[in-house]
């Protein structure tokens, strides 16, 4: 077993853990984008998001809700956060074991950097993504 998030779920590999259950384990980002950026990863080995079962997916949202809560989050903007999953090189995965990062935002310069290049198009060219999407869709749900 060389996956190093495999390795670190066993403890073969020493990690700051933040939180467990039989499905999932966080722990903390070796270089944190901000002070408590946090990963949490799916106790099943897939390199992408769309090769985890989903009853492994769905301990993910709960488990990320608890690490915010404990990371400051509150009903106002004091503490604000990311959460983010990358799948694929293109996408800034580097480590080959799905993986959602919580990243605290504490200002401009520390946490996640987004750059957003929104397209413009128009009501025709969406009706049409609509309507192959929604045809794709009906197999998957
Ligand atoms: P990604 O670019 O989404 O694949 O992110 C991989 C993340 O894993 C990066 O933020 C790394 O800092 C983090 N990382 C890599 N190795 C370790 C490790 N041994 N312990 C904790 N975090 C790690
Ligand atoms: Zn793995």
Redesign the pocket.
């Known amino acids: 077993m060389s996956c190093?998030?495999c390795r670190?779920i066993k403890g073969e590999?020493p990690?700051f853990k933040i939180y467990e259950t039989s499905k999932v384990y966080a722990?903390?980002?070796?270089?944190?984008?901000a002070e408590g950026?946090t990963?949490l990863i799916p106790k099943f080995h897939g390199a992408k998001m769309h090769e985890i079962p989903d009853d492994y997916l769905a301990e993910i949202l709960p488990a990320a809700r608890k690490i915010a809560l404990a990371l400051g989050a509150t009903s106002d903007d004091t503490f604000q956060y990311n959460v983010?999953?990358?799948n694929g090189a293109l996408a800034?995965?580097?480590?080959?074991h799905v993986?959602f990062?919580v990243i605290p935002k504490p200002n401009d310069a520390e946490g996640l950097g987004i750059h957003w290049p929104g397209k413009a198009t128009d009501f025709d060219a969406l009706k049409k993504t609509h309507e192959v999407l929604l045809k794709k869709m009906e197999g998957k749900l």
Not at 27 to 33: G, Q
Not at 92 to 96: L, T
């Open positions: 190093l998030f670190i590999i990690s722990f903390l980002d070796i270089n944190p984008l950026h990963l983010l999953q990358n800034h995965q580097v480590v080959q993986h990062h």
